[in-house]
C-alpha cells in the first residue's frame, strides 16, 4: 500500500497549498511533529557512541527506540487521518431524502465525527509523547547540539496544539455526551502533560546553551 510518506517533500507541500482538503490540519500537524521528533532523535545519535556521554549510552539506545517507534506511527496517522475526512465527507453526502435516510445519514456522521476526533487525538497524544522524550535527554544530550532538543520540544508542542484543534471542530458537532466527556479530558490532560514537559525541556536547554 503507497503511503502518503512516498511523495516528494515538495509533492507534499504542493498538495498541502492547493485546494484539495487532505492533508488537512490533523496530517499537517503529524508531518510537523515528524521533524520535532527528528530533531529530538537527531541529537541522541549525536551523543550516541561519544566517550563524553558514555554513561548514558543505555538511556539514548533506548530513546532512539522510541522515537524511530513514533515515527512509524506519525506516517500512520497521517494516512489515517486523511482516510477519515474522506469517510467523514462520504457519511456527509449520504441521502437525506426520507426520515429513514436522514436518521442512518446522522447515525453515520456521528460516527465518522467520532473516528475523526479519534485520529488527531493520538496525533497529539503522539506529540506529547516527543516532548517528553525532549524533557529526558535535554540534560544528558550532546550539548553541542542541545539547542535543537528545545526546538524539538516546541515543534512538537506545536504540532499537539495543532492536532488538538483539529480534534475540537469535530468534537463540537458530536451528541455522544460521555464521549464528548472523555475526549475533553483526554485533551486537557495532554495539554497540561505537554506544557510541564515543554518547560522542563526549553528550561534544562537554556541552562546547558
Known amino acids: 500500500m503507497t503511503k502518503y510518506f512516498d511523495k516528494t517533500y515538495t509533492e507534499i507541500l504542493a498538495e498541502a497549498k492547493s485546494s484539495s482538503p487532505t492533508p488537512g490540519g490533523g496530517s499537517a500537524s503529524a508531518i510537523v511533529a515528524c521533524m520535532g521528533n527528528a530533531m529530538v532523535s537527531m541529537v541522541a545519535n549525536l551523543t550516541s557512541g561519544k566517550e563524553k556521554y558514555a554513561e ?24 489515517q487521518d486523511m482516510q ?23 447515525a453515520a456522521i456521528e460516527a465518522a465525527s467520532i473516528v475523526a476526533t479519534d485520529v488527531p487525538l493520538r496525533i497529539a497524544e503522539t506529540c506529547v ?22 526546538v524539538g520540544a516546541y515543534v512538537a508542542e506545536s504540532a499537539m496544539y495543532g492536532a488538538i484543534l483539529s480534534a475540537d471542530i469535530n468534537l463540537s458537532g458530536i451528541k455522544n455526551e460521555s464521549y464528548v466527556r472523555q ?10 502533560t505537554a506544557t510541564k514537559a515543554r518547560e522542563q525541556a526549553v528550561s534544562i536547554v537554556r541552562e546547558r546553551m
Open 129 to 150: 509523547e516527543i516532548i517528553v522524550l525532549a524533557a529526558e535527554i535535554c540534560s544528558y544530550g550532546n550539548k553541542g547540539a542541545i539547542s535543537d532538543v528545545g
Open 183 to 192: 475526549a475533553t479530558e483526554k485533551r486537557n490532560k495532554l495539554i497540561e
Open 84 to 106: 477519515v475526512f474522506d469517510k467523514f465527507m462520504v457519511a456527509i453526502k449520504l441521502p437525506k431524502s426520507t426520515d429513514e435516510e436522514k436518521t442512518a445519514r446522522l
Open 56 to 79: 548514558h549510552q543505555d538511556k539514548v539506545d533506548a530513546l532512539l527506540v522510541k522515537t524511530e517507534d513514533i515515527m512509524v506511527r506519525l506516517e500512520a496517522l497521517v494516512d
